[in-house]
């Protein structure tokens, strides 16, 4: 079953703005992380969030995780037509070693 | 590093058929592979888990003896849609996570998008 529900479900922005996308999920977790995948693709692994951390960095990516709300937060700054794509979080429940729990994904459109 | 391929890419086959799809760790041992179905702006679905050397572990909902999955060496696992219809058509992906540094993480294939026709 899904976990992770992430809101909104499409966004559409204009190059150069900065885009946000929440997860929130529901049991306790091990990490959390956020992947990409363009239209027909596999999946590009952007981050991972483990449940002690509570800010990370990766280039333009930042992504936040508040244990006490369950939810997550992506954002990409000063964002590009190449970021148009899908974007899904994923959960790896306490226990559960590798085992991921996608949500159903954002899809992200950049206008040029 | 850490690099997982899929083949075929895609297929079409006619109902009835059975289709193998190959997932491969290139530069890793692969202890545990998934295997994840995905419909159209849908998400990714768990459809089972196997471990190097023993039966896979199916979710919920997925007929073991219509998926057969076998993970017979450290870098290869397989999936076969055995008598395909028109409803196992969908994306196929695999993920290979295991080895010393990689053992919480899993690494995509690019899919395998199967048309039953």
């Known amino acids: 079953s899904q976990q992770g529900e992430e809101d909104p479900q499409a966004l559409s922005i204009q190059e150069g703005e900065n885009a946000t996308m929440n997860c929130s999920y529901k049991t306790s977790i091990n990490n959390l992380q956020w992947y990409r995948q363009n239209s027909g693709r596999g999946l590009v692994h952007l981050i991972l969030i483990r449940s002690n951390e509570r800010e990370k960095h990766s280039g333009r990516l930042r992504v936040t995780l508040d244990t006490s709300k369950k939810s997550s937060s992506l954002l990409i700054t000063a964002s590009r037509a190449a970021d148009t794509a899908s974007y899904f979080c994923a959960t790896v429940p306490t226990g559960a070693n590798s085992k991921l729990t996608f949500g159903k994904g954002i899809t992200l459109s950049v206008r040029p | 590093g850490a690099v997982v391929s899929q083949h075929p890419s895609w297929v079409i086959c006619k109902s009835g058929t059975s289709v193998k799809i190959e997932c491969r760790s290139l530069?890793?041992?692969?202890?545990?592979m998934f295997w994840y179905r995905q419909f159209p702006k849908q998400s990714l679905m768990l459809m089972a888990t196997s471990n190097e050397g023993s039966k896979a572990t199916y979710e919920q909902g997925v007929e073991k003896d219509k998926f057969l999955i076998n993970h017979a060496s450290l870098t290869l696992s397989t999936l076969t849609v055995t008598s395909a219809h028109p409803e196992d058509s969908s994306f196929y992906i695999c993920?290979?996570?295991?080895?010393?540094?990689?053992?919480?993480?899993?690494?995509f294939g690019p899919g395998t998008r199967l048309t039953v026709l």
């Open positions: 993920s290979a996570s295991g080895g010393r540094r990689r053992w919480n993480e899993q690494f």
């Open positions: 530069d890793f041992q692969a202890t545990t």
